[in-house]
């Protein structure tokens, strides 16, 4: 079995700061592709950003230059730090994990269970 957990959310004023953490767990083998995504009500999920297992990473445009995602391999877990943060970004934030399992082929896509991040105006 494997599980994401993430931690962090929580209420904060506009241009304060947040930073979650997402911790897998389990039986895995390997981790590739880590990321962030959020979810507004009525809306599709979409992608914050994302960290590959080298350290490559990917922000969506609206997120640029304020977040910053890294991650710590050797405790399988990832990061997102929010700065500058805006009413806009009020979402449930979802944290995703392509990762290997022992005793299985091929990757498979796992999600946390999501942690709410408020932005007052």
């Known amino acids: 079995q494997v599980q994401l957990v993430e931690s962090g959310g929580g209420l904060v004023q506009a241009g304060g700061s947040l930073r979650l953490s997402c911790a897998a767990s389990?039986?895995?083998?390997?981790?590739?592709?880590m990321g962030w995504y959020r979810q507004v009500p009525g809306k599709q999920r979409e992608l914050v950003a994302h960290?590959?297992?080298?350290?490559?990473?990917n922000y969506a445009d609206s997120v640029k230059g304020r977040f910053t995602i890294s991650r710590d391999n050797a405790k399988n877990t990832v990061y997102l730090q929010m700065n500058s943060l805006k009413p806009e970004d009020t979402a449930v934030y979802y944290c995703?994990?392509?990762?290997?399992?022992?005793?299985?082929?091929?990757?498979?896509?796992?999600w946390g269970q999501g942690t709410q991040v408020t932005v007052s105006s």
């Open positions: 960290i590959t297992s080298g350290g490559s990473t």
């Open positions: 995703s994990a392509d990762l290997r399992a022992w005793g299985t082929v091929g990757l498979s896509n796992y």
């Open positions: 389990g039986s895995i083998f390997s981790i590739n592709v």
